[in-house]
């Protein structure tokens, strides 16, 4: 069965601390996205990692995709309450026909 | 530019009715793909489409249809309406499958 797990599924942070949401998976894939979502909206698409060693950054958050231990992180440095909202990586299951897994989301609230 | 548009933006429907689900794209996107997102969950593939005329299964396709007539346009079709189906439903498209996908608002459906 295809799985992909993000941890941890709620995150509490002070503004200006760091932290490092994990999306792990279970197959072979080289294609993996980041998406932030507001409670009541649509989907934003933030990252597009399409290699493995891939590191994209914007703002204060970074993410980067491990292809070897099936592993992409999305850290956050020094913490803004604009950042509250649920984040989700979705993995291009390529075997299957490019077809997106969503993980279960992160929910993200940043505490002034 | 309009992007992805869905219709309606709420719906309550009762149990056995059907209705279809509209989404348009304005963007020439040859992937178009019908998501359901079931509270504090990830989004999960119902249906997707590569191009006009081409349709496939995603992971939770039961008790849904779809159709690619034009490269605009992709409506998702609910059959005897369960309470299961109660849901928000996102259409999304992208340019290809390496590109990142454009969401529309989603239609929040309730079924009683």
């Known amino acids: 069965e295809l799985k992909v797990e993000q941890n941890p599924l709620f995150l509490s942070m002070q503004e200006g601390k760091n932290y490092t949401i994990y999306c792990n998976y279970s197959t072979t894939s080289d294609r993996l996205y980041w998406y932030r979502q507001d409670p009541g909206k649509s989907l934003e698409s933030l990252f597009v990692l399409l290699s493995n060693g891939a590191v994209k950054q914007e703002g204060r958050l970074m993410a980067s995709l491990d292809t070897k231990a099936r592993l992409s992180t999305l850290h956050i440095t020094a913490a803004v309450h604009d950042l509250s909202a649920t984040y989700f990586c979705a993995v291009d299951m390529m075997e299957y026909g490019n077809k997106l897994v969503f993980g279960a989301g992160t929910i993200l609230r940043v505490k002034s | 530019n309009a992007g992805v548009t869905q219709t309606p933006k709420f719906r309550i429907l009762k149990i056995g009715q059907s209705m279809t689900l509209q989404c348009t794209q304005d963007?020439?996107?040859?992937?178009m793909y019908w998501y359901r997102q079931d509270p504090g969950m990830g989004l999960k593939l119902i249906y997707y489409?590569?191009?006009?005329?081409?349709?496939d299964k995603g992971e939770v396709p039961n008790g849904y249809n779809v159709s690619r007539s034009t490269t605009e346009d992709f409506p998702l079709r609910l059959e005897l309406a369960a309470p299961s189906q109660t849901s928000v439903y996102f259409c999304?498209?992208?340019?290809?499958?390496?590109?990142?996908?454009?969401f529309g608002d989603g239609t929040r459906l309730s079924i009683l």
């Open positions: 489409s590569v191009g006009a005329g081409i349709t």
């Open positions: 999304a498209s992208s340019y290809s499958s390496y590109q990142p996908q454009h």
């Open positions: 963007m020439n996107h040859n992937y």
